[in-house]
């Protein structure tokens, strides 16, 4: 009896809309003859986008045959009856596990691969120019197993291609030309990437891209497939292979795609016909040049390539005899601090002379990695030359390798001498069986995809090595360069001493995770002369190794971990691997402290960014894992599955991960906002899904980073802000230095803000990190204490004390900024003074009241309730209960010169006073469940339930402050607070300005502002702030609010938005809000994002994880994220004015409002208008319409302005708006202005206007003249009688038989 076991709803749904007879049930159901299984053979999520895509494989196994052939026997074969490609959408927002959408209506696209292989030899019998391998057509089994799935539409496109510059488009535009323009804009190749759907597959040794487009006849269409090239041999008799794909496809344009052979080269080749030509493909080893000789123009329309071809070949320094088997696009996700102009791209460090941009030609810049087979890896430049006119391919240039990184560290063999056997089968002794010999028969990475990944938040390259890996595979002492030692000598010894304990330090391990910063690398590489044919490129150790424990699955599967992702729970100075345990039960995620282990606990400087001294590499740090967070995965009932071990995630969005389960795939939400997520859906088993706790406030309290301005931090005599944050149990300090560039004409990017020379301030704890072992090479690091959440930074409204405060641990410190910033200047008077003022657990939430250093804490706690529920005083016959409770202290600082001071005694800088238990208006039904600090203490309350569960849906939040007669008797106690103005719907999120008048209050996505004017509590008004996710266009809950100088800033999980104020002066009018969208992940748009018709600020794009807003800094927005300091441009012309404008900075801002084009005025004039600067507009905008400028006028009253208009010009308005008005009935826009101005007692004016009109001769223009006329008689008679009856006399001659539409008019 065969067995057949639940299938997963979506991929259930997937499989029977597109001809696949399955059933869905919980339950096994049982078959006869034949047992089948759906199992998961490849596995990728989208880089942005809520998309998985997956290969499944049907497979069954004949019960009967084994029967006949064996009847005692178990054993069974199983076979792939069909397989199918499912691209699949998921919801990224649930608050667990959510598996694959099982409605129908979320599968994007299924392919039945035995469609693909007829569809490919369609394409090859014309389409491409490098299908010279074979005539014999493709099969499914001649094409192989799919070993990589790669998203490439234009989302995918852009993360990969263009992350760095922040836009979609190739950049800004030429000084000649306007135009925004993209790789092949104005033709729509079809063969052109990022059109719908695009899925790039690799196969054994084909590539194949595919688009799919259900509106034609065939669901998809093969876009390139690159199989490699045969030469005939023996008088054409034979062929023999020169090379064939021997890695994924990785795009550089839409058009273009590089990727690894098996002759040791990269191959770059065009989907579309390019400016490039070249009737034989050239292969340019790295000691030749890399460059293509200059274009003649003249040459280049006989010369374009008519279908796809090869457009540059070059090989890396190991030669033919290692096969490039990935290439990993290795640009950050945020502008590098090269200070590069608009349309400049300097060479990379290491390079010659620049490539410049110019009127005709656009160059951009990328970096690729190379691993080849013998785990060695070559960093390139790539810079791409873009024709501005057409959007066709001028250039592609290929510098000399930068870099080498050694993945196999002593055991990498470069060059090798002999090419790698073509047998595939399996080498005795897993992956290091025969890597250790002095020449390896087999290649490493021959038949298994190495572990690399490239972190672009961090700028990190991860290597990932499988288990009981020996120790010289993470030895790199030759990378060095030492000198040699004296035979018999201390330092021999030692050394022989040192490779003993590190031999015994690598043995049992599960794997070793190898992490390259390329900030540093970039760093060595600039030090050392560049790469060429006598210079091979410098080696470059990693900077830190850690050891993976033994419980985890094996490395060698390339898809059974993901190394590197940037998880919010972890400190941004963390390295961490997502892997699954040996029995594929649990998503476990291991992690080790780097940044600050590298100096001793005692040392002031703690270097934030990985530095080269003199040149040298610094020494490589070992350290071991922990464990920070387990899932269980959902299993089948049959033990004896066997389970997938495949995991995809993405590092731009590392909160939700896919993996493989023995039941399909399952989305695992890891984070859920800064706290690990471990809530369980195992619906898909047929049970119930694990409740989670509900968490007292979903959104963070606050930054991890915090800004000072002046004193010690910021330098002495230049004032510049300084940082504090906490890193590793350290309270550390750095200074910040201006980064960005003055240029005008520079493109608005993301900057990274480094941490330079961070001061380590204060000690959370003692013995944090100890160094065990130091060699010539590497040091040991051993860390004692578990691996942390930072936690959230909340500075007093004062300035004169920090909160740290871990969510996750539910605890809290004080500390006193003076005491701490102190150290620096070693400033005796305050060495005795501890910085550690109050510290508490048990807290669910904190907040500080007022200026006057008083805070309140949200603390579980237990309490007596009596049998009729009230709180009872006798303890022996109660109920005790768990309630939050509002708590309130007051910090008193002690004074510097105190004479316990003078004896040398230690004490705290400040005590805690408690002064009492505040009580919650609404009684034992309300629960207080957030608090959020500022002028008055606003607690957000939720409402007890009928079956005794707090819900915040229905909450409330009630402000509380204390009595006047308390305030003027400087009476604190607790019992003095009482609720003032109006309660609010319970909120995500609150925040005040520096004046305490103005209140932000966010729910979810939408933000109100509110006027406190006591005892009036004035609702301004509200907006919607759009900002999608990370994962896909869902609208995303609003995590911090801060007002800078009047203007609002607020941001999302991945965003960064700005809220301009309306006219605060007058109450009588309605405060209008404009809300701008500074920085954003959603999807990429269809077009440019640049569009000279409309003046909106147009959005960077680029990956933010939690941007929290700290302040201005260099012209920019400093925002604090979970990965470092970004700073965000804020360099349009609508943002700065208004938010120059907002800080009372006319001047300046009058400035911005002279250099903006004319085409906008219009635009200008309704955006200051909203902010009640009308005069501005009128004033300093000399391109408003003409329509524009009398309604303004005519609006705000601006008399002389509109008389100066028609007596200098006033021929010219008559006959632009001698028809305005007219069509809609009623008086004529002329009428109306003449009425206004007799309003004025503007009589001159007026006639005027009407002497204008009869000059202007128009039937219509008369009629206004009679009408004006006919007013200004009643106003001057005698004045207005002369002129009537001009009028009728023009009225006459120009009608002599007196056809005079309008001769009621004058009766």
């Known amino acids: 009896m065969g067995t057949s076991l639940p299938l997963h709803p979506s991929l259930a749904a997937a499989l029977t809309a597109h001809g696949s007879d399955v059933e869905v049930s919980s339950k096994p159901q049982h078959q006869t003859g034949t047992g ?89 019998q014309h389409k491409s120019k490098t299908s010279k391998i074979s005539n014999q057509p493709f099969t499914l089994a001649t094409l192989g197993s799919l070993k990589n799935i790669t998203f490439l539409d234009r989302d995918a496109l852009f993360w990969q291609t263009r992350r760095k510059y922040g836009i979609q488009s190739n950049l800004e535009a030429s000084n000649a030309s306007d135009r925004v323009l993209d790789v092949n804009a104005n033709k729509c190749y079809k063969e052109m990437m990022g059109q719908g759907l695009c899925l790039g597959l690799q196969f054994t040794s084909v590539l194949v891209i595919l688009q799919f487009d259900d509106t034609q006849s065939d669901p998809f269409t093969v876009l390139s497939c690159l199989e490699g090239q045969r030469a005939l041999t023996n008088n054409g008799k034979d062929y023999v292979t020169q090379h064939v794909p021997s890695s994924a496809a990785v795009p550089i344009t839409n058009s273009i795609i590089v990727y690894g052979c098996s002759d040791g080269a990269m191959r770059f080749h065009s989907l579309v016909p390019s400016m490039i030509y070249s009737s034989k493909s050239d292969t340019l080893s790295f000691s030749e040049s890399s460059s293509s000789p200059p274009i003649d123009e003249s040459e280049v329309k006989s010369a374009k390539n008519s279908r796809q071809a090869t457009i540059k070949s070059v090989r890396g320094p190991n030669g033919r005899n290692d096969p490039v088997v990935k290439i990993v696009n290795v640009d950050p996700a945020y502008n590098e601090n090269y200070n590069n102009e608009q349309d400049t791209v300097p060479a990379h460090i290491g390079g010659s002379a620049a490539t410049v941009s110019n009127a005709k030609a656009l160059v951009l810049s990328s970096r690729l990695l190379t691993i080849g087979a013998s785990g060695v890896a070559f960093l390139w ?122 031999d015994k330090w690598a043995m049992y391990n599960g794997g070793f995770v190898k992490m390259w910063s390329m900030s540093l690398v970039d760093a060595l590489v600039k030090a050392t002369p560049g790469a060429s044919s006598h210079r091979p490129p410098p080696i470059i150790p990693p900077y830190a190794t850690m050891k993976l424990p033994l419980s985890l699955m094996c490395a060698s599967k390339p898809l059974s971990m993901v190394p590197g992702l940037a998880c919010a729970p972890l400190p941004a100075s963390s390295l961490s691997c997502l892997c699954l345990s040996k029995d594929a039960t649990e998503l476990i995620v291991v992690s080790a402290p780097l940044t600050s282990v590298a100096a001793a606990s005692d040392e002031q400087r703690v270097p934030q960014s990985p530095k080269a001294a003199a040149g040298k590499p610094p020494k490589t740090i070992f350290i071991e894992s922990q464990t920070c967070h387990k899932i269980q995965l959902p299993r089948s009932s049959d033990a004896s ?73 910021g330098g002495v005599g230049n004032n510049r802000p300084g940082v504090l944050f906490v890193e590793n149990h350290s309270v550390l300090a750095s200074r910040l230095g201006s980064s960005r560039s003055s240029s005008e004409n520079r493109q608005p990017t993301v900057e990274k803000v480094d941490l330079a020379d961070a001061m380590v301030l204060y000690q959370l704890e003692k013995a944090s990190y100890t160094t065990t072992k130091e060699t010539r090479t590497s040091k040991l690091i051993v860390s004692p204490l578990p691996l942390t959440s930072p936690p959230r930074l909340i500075p007093s409204p004062s300035g004169r004390y920090l909160c740290l405060l871990w969510e996750g641990k539910q605890t809290y410190d004080i500390l006193h900024a003076g005491s701490l910033l102190v150290r620096e200047t070693g400033d005796i008077r305050g060495q005795g003074v ?70 040398g005694a230690g004490v705290a800088a400040a ?14 039904r309300v629960v207080p469940q957030v608090l959020f600090g500022g002028p008055a203490l606003c607690i957000g309350c939720s409402i007890m339930s009928a079956n ?59 933000v109100a502002i509110y006027l406190s004017d006591p005892p009036k509590f004035t609702l301004l008004g509200s907006v919607n702030v759009v900002g999608g996710s990370r994962l896909g266009e869902a609208e995303q809950p609003i995590i911090s609010l801060k007002f800078i100088h009047g203007v609002l800033y607020c941001s999302g999980p991945s965003s960064v938005h700005v809220v301009f104020l309306g006219n605060l002066a007058e109450e009588d009018t309605v405060c209008e809000l404009d809300t701008y969208t500074i920085a954003s992940s959603r999807s990429v748009p269809l077009q440019g994002t640049d569009r ?132 809609e009935g009623g008086y004529s826009a002329i009428s109306a202005i003449g009425l206004y101005m007799l309003g004025k007692d503007k009589i001159d004016c007026v006639t005027r206007l009407v002497g204008q009109l009869i000059s202007c001769g128009t039937d219509e223009g008369l009629v206004d003249a009679i009408k004006l006329a006919s007013l200004i008689g009643a106003l001057d008679q005698n004045g207005g009688g002369a002129l009537l009856q001009n009028v009728i006399d023009v009225v006459h001659q120009k009608h002599p038989d007196n056809q005079v539409p309008l001769v009621s008019i004058v009766k």
């Open 381 to 502: 430049q790539v810079d791409i030359s873009i024709d501005r006119a057409s959007g066709t391919l001028r250039d592609l240039n290929v510098l000399p390798p930068l870099a080498r990184l050694d993945g196999l560290g002593s055991l990498t063999v470069s060059p090798r001498k002999s090419p790698s056997p073509t047998s595939r089968s399996t080498r005795v002794g897993g992956f290091w069986g025969g890597i250790t010999t002095k020449e390896p028969i087999v290649a490493p990475y021959s038949n298994i995809t190495p572990v690399v990944f490239y972190d672009p938040h961090r700028d990190q390259v991860i290597w990932t090595l499988p288990y009981s890996a020996p120790a010289s595979a993470i030895v790199h002492q030759r990378d060095f360069k030492l000198s040699s030692l004296a035979p018999n000598s201390p330092a021999a010894k030692k050394e022989v001493e040192d490779r003993a304990f590190v």
């Open 948 to 1006: 005794s569960m707090p819900d915040t849906d229905e909450g409330m939040a009630y402000f509380y402050t204390r009595k006047s007669g308390a305030i003027m008797e400087n009476d604190e106690r607790a019992s003095n607070y009482m609720t003032v103005g109006t309660s609010i719907p319970y909120p995500d999120l609150l925040a005040w300005d520096d004046d305490g008048l103005l209140c932000a209050v966010a729910y979810g996505s939408r």
């Open 641 to 713: 599955m066997t389970v997938p071990a495949l995991i995809s995630a993405s590092h731009l969005a590392p909160d939700s991960v896919a993996v493989a389960t023995d039941n399909g795939v399952a989305m695992v939400k890891l984070v859920d906002g800064n706290c690990w997520d471990d809530a369980i859906d195992s619906s898909l088993m047929g049970k119930g899904a694990v409740a989670k706790e509900p968490s007292s406030s979903a959104v963070p309290a606050g930054p991890i980073h915090t800004v000072i301005s002046g004193g010690p931090v």
């Open 834 to 903: 501890s910085p550690s003022c109050d510290s508490g657990d048990n807290v669910l939430s904190f907040a500080w009241i007022g200026d006057d250093d008083q805070f309140a804490v949200l603390r579980q706690v237990e309490i007596d309730y009596g049998l009729d529920g009230e709180v009872a005083a006798d303890s022996d016959t109660t109920d005790k209960k768990s309630r939050p409770r509002v708590e309130l202290f007051k910090l008193a600082e002690v004074e510097v010169g105190a004479p316990e001071l003078a004896g």
């Open 1092 to 1223: 000279s018709d409309d003046f909106t600020p147009t959005p960077v794009i680029t990956s933010l994880s939690h941007p929290h807003i700290l302040t201005y800094h260099s012209g920019g927005l400093l925002v604090s994220t979970d990965v470092g300091l970004r700073l965000l441009p804020l360099s349009h012309p609508l943002i700065r004015i208004g938010t120059l404008l907002a800080a009372n900075l006319t001047e300046k801002a009058r400035k911005w409002i002279f250099d903006t084009p004319k085409a906008h005025h219009d635009f200008l004039a309704h955006f200051l208008i909203r902010r009640g600067r009308a005069d501005l507009a009128i004033r300093d905008l000399n391109g408003l319409s003409l329509e524009t400028y009398i309604d303004l006028c005519i609006r705000y009253e601006r008399t002389s302005e509109l008389e100066n208009l028609i007596n200098t010009h006033g021929g010219q308005v008559v006959k632009e708006i001698s028809s305005w008005g007219r069509e």
């Open 911 to 924: 005590t805690t006073v408690s002064v009492g238990s505040l009580t919650v208006r609404g009684g034992d």
């Open 36 to 124: 089948r299984k759906t199992s998961i053979a490849a596995l990728s999520i989208h880089p942005s986008l809520p998309r998985v895509a997956y290969l499944a494989e049907d497979t069954a196994s004949d019960f009967s045959a084994r029967n006949k052939s064996k009847p005692g026997s178990t054993s069974l074969q199983p076979t792939v009856k069909n397989s199918r490609l499912v691209i699949q959408k998921f919801d990224c927002n649930v608050e667990n596990i959510d598996s694959l959408a099982p409605s129908q209506g979320n599968v994007i696209a299924t392919l039945k691969m035995t469609d693909l292989p007829q569809q490919i030899n369609r394409f090859r």
